[in-house]
């Protein structure tokens, strides 16, 4: 469990900037649809499309690819598809790629993969064999062995990576690797990865500029941040300012004051690598960290009475989960509260908030049907216990 917990609490290092989960909704303008199509804006040696009657052709530039109709790379090939969102998949490879039948669904038979899903763009899921991942606004690669290994890094952003089988969910944050293993039949705890390295794969440097660069970015330089222990160095300062002879020794209310004084003053890109460092200076107020963070910010749409006069200023959902995430990986004991308190808060943001994964990487709880004890029934009041 210390093990677990370690990791964890390692995921705030690198949560990137503008990240969140897949949400139940769809932003105004976008349709289902939009991920149903895709046209082949690039081919590099061998590509193929398979159509789900008739013989293999040769890809080219502006093939549709629908629903039935799947694209596959042979040795040393490349291919990419771009989506009427602009949603971007990059197939390295020896790869096989299919739309899904599903709403916004794209499925990976075998290979290699880059997704790109612009933010609002909607979302989308990725299916990986047993495993799918849930993503919006992120850029994220992939692959899925012969041997039915799944590996999936988060680039910049947030995913959510399902086994629904056996009932396990895992937030997966920028910088972090997790591996589906098919003889243990579980998900592992998400790793580490180095950004800037991952960086150098040629389903991004052999391509045009994906429009994510800025975002991964920023990710490579909060990881170097987080690796450097720099993040913190404000916060402790604010705090002595406060009166305060440390961050450990600050009280709530210090500490609080000290976050929301330099909150104003953080770039928005940093906002949600900002949280992430005070959650992991001071967990235990995780959830005050996040009222903070998002109400002190901007307007929150219909929190106040005046709402209506920050049109256009508001919020947005996307910069929600993003901290949601940010401090339920730094503290992922205290998930309910965290989600709990914002909602108390701000009850209008429910719908901003995409389900929930469990707390830490462990199994569904499994449903147990305790034994019938007739000494518990209770008599019916349609049928009065006879009298002696």
Not at 82 to 92: E, P
């Amino acid at each position: 469990m210390n093990a677990i917990m370690n990791i964890q609490i390692r995921i705030i290092l690198t949560t990137a900037p503008l990240a969140f989960a897949l949400a139940t909704w769809f932003p105004s303008g976008v349709s289902a649809d939009e991920l149903r199509e895709a046209q082949v804006t690039q081919v590099i040696q061998d590509v193929k499309v398979l159509p789900s009657s008739g013989a293999p052709r040769p890809a080219a530039l502006n093939d549709d690819v629908r629903p039935g109709t799947a694209v596959q790379t042979g040795t040393q090939s490349r291919s990419e598809l771009t989506f009427k969102d602009q949603t971007i998949t990059r197939l390295g490879e020896k790869t096989i790629f299919s739309v899904g039948e599903g709403a916004r669904t794209i499925d990976l038979g075998s290979g290699q993969f880059l997704l790109y899903v612009p933010k609002k763009a909607g979302g989308a899921k990725v299916k990986m064999g047993p495993v799918t991942a849930a993503i919006t606004g992120t850029t994220v690669v992939g692959n899925v062995a012969p041997s039915g290994i799944v590996e999936f890094t988060v680039l910049e952003g947030t995913a959510r990576v399902r086994l629904d089988s056996v009932g396990q969910c895992l937030l997966v944050v920028a910088g972090q690797k997790v591996t589906y293993d098919p003889i243990a039949m579980r998900l592992e705890d998400p790793v580490e990865v180095d950004l800037q390295q991952q960086q150098t794969n040629p389903l991004v440097t052999g391509f045009r500029p994906l429009p994510s660069t800025p975002y991964m970015n920023v990710a490579v330089e909060n990881q170097r941040r987080a690796a450097a222990g720099t993040g913190g160095a404000e916060l402790a300062h604010a705090v002595s300012a406060s009166g305060a002879v440390s961050i450990g020794a600050a009280t709530p209310e210090q500490f609080l004051a000290a976050f929301s004084s330099l909150l104003v003053r953080y770039p928005e890109a940093e906002i949600c690598d900002f949280v992430a460092t005070a959650v992991r200076l001071r967990p235990e107020l995780a959830d005050r960290i996040v009222v903070a963070a998002v109400i002190g910010r901007r307007p929150v749409s219909g929190y106040s009475k005046e709402a209506k006069d920050f049109k256009e200023k508001e919020m947005p959902c996307d910069w929600v989960q993003c901290i949601v995430d940010a401090a339920i990986a730094g503290n992922p004991r205290m998930a309910n509260e965290i989600i709990n308190a914002l909602l108390q808060a701000a009850p209008m943001l429910r719908e901003c908030l995409g389900e929930p994964c469990f707390p830490a990487n462990q199994f569904r709880p499994p449903l147990v049907i305790s034994p019938i004890n007739p000494a518990t029934f209770v008599n019916s009041p349609e049928k009065p216990p006879k009298g002696d």
